[in-house]
């Protein structure tokens, strides 16, 4: 049996959105969700700032300094320089989109939209965003990977080191559990013998290709002959 040389690539299913595949009844359904969709965004939202990590934004280093941490995530997050942790925008808008941290930008408290905003304008891709804070709400830790030596080569197609739960310390680091490439599904395919390439260079860790379509993130993993689908989970 010959086997593909390119990893499987999804449709834009432009079938489902042509007018006429839609009867009454999912129309009244989805405008119902859509209604409930949009009053939940709006709806104000009540957290109290006393239970907020904190931190402030420098621009002349396109990072966050902490303030106050708060919360077993800090000890996996950002470096220490100076005694002082800093995070970076990856970071810092995962943790202001979840309600985690308070974020000062020239003395003013940041809103959810200029934390997005800062993260644009600083080169954050937005298929990153969603695979890292997928990880993370799963309880991984994903961090940028740390090449050396014949690992170099593969530092332009891998974007995340992922540890699972409880394994990895700041004093003591061991390899990930996986490398974790991002792409998105209208991204032209990786050829086979790309990523094979990858994942002998990065061996014995195993190397996973997370595609995202919208807000649906899927993984494969790289480094058997034929990829398989490990996880397929919304992140909406």
């Known amino acids: 049996m010959k086997h593909s040389r390119q990893l499987p690539r999804r449709g834009k299913k432009e079938q489902l959105w042509k007018p006429g595949n839609t009867?009454?009844?999912?129309?009244?359904?989805?405008?119902?969700?859509?209604?409930k969709l949009f009053s939940t965004l709006v709806s104000e939202k009540h957290i109290r700032t006393q239970n907020l990590a904190s931190a402030v934004w420098i621009a002349?280093?396109?990072e966050a300094r902490v303030q106050v941490p708060k919360g077993k995530i800090f000890q996996?997050?950002?470096?220490?320089?100076?005694?002082?942790?800093?995070?970076?925008?990856?970071?810092?808008?995962f943790l202001v989109d979840r309600g985690i941290l308070e974020l000062r930008v020239q003395g003013k408290i940041a809103s959810v939209q200029l934390a997005y905003e800062l993260a644009i304008t600083t080169?954050?891709?937005?298929?990153?965003?969603l695979v890292y804070a997928h990880l993370r709400r799963l309880g991984f830790v994903v961090r940028k990977p740390e090449f050396q030596g014949s690992e170099l080569a593969a530092s332009s197609l891998v974007?995340?080191?992922?540890?699972?739960p409880g394994t990895w310390k700041r004093k003591a680091q061991r390899k990930p559990s996986f490398y974790c490439i991002v792409c998105s599904f209208l991204d032209p395919p990786f050829l086979w013998e790309q990523v094979q390439a990858v994942c002998k260079?990065?061996?014995?860790?195993?190397?996973?290709?997370?595609?995202?379509?919208?807000?649906?993130?899927?993984?494969?993993?790289?480094?058997?002959?034929?990829?398989?689908?490990?996880?397929?989970l919304s992140t909406s």
Do not use: H
């Open 23 to 35: 009867d009454v009844k999912q129309k009244k359904k989805i405008e119902k969700r859509r209604k």
């Open 60 to 62: 002349e280093r396109k």
């Open 76 to 93: 996996s997050l950002g470096y220490f320089e100076a005694s002082q942790q800093y995070l970076d925008p990856l970071e810092i808008l």
């Open 123 to 129: 080169g954050v891709d937005w298929n990153s965003f």
């Open 159 to 164: 974007r995340f080191g992922v540890w699972k």
């Open 201 to 232: 260079q990065l061996s014995p860790v195993s190397v996973r290709i997370a595609t995202v379509e919208r807000s649906t993130v899927v993984f494969f993993d790289c480094c058997s002959y034929r990829c398989t689908t490990v996880a397929s």
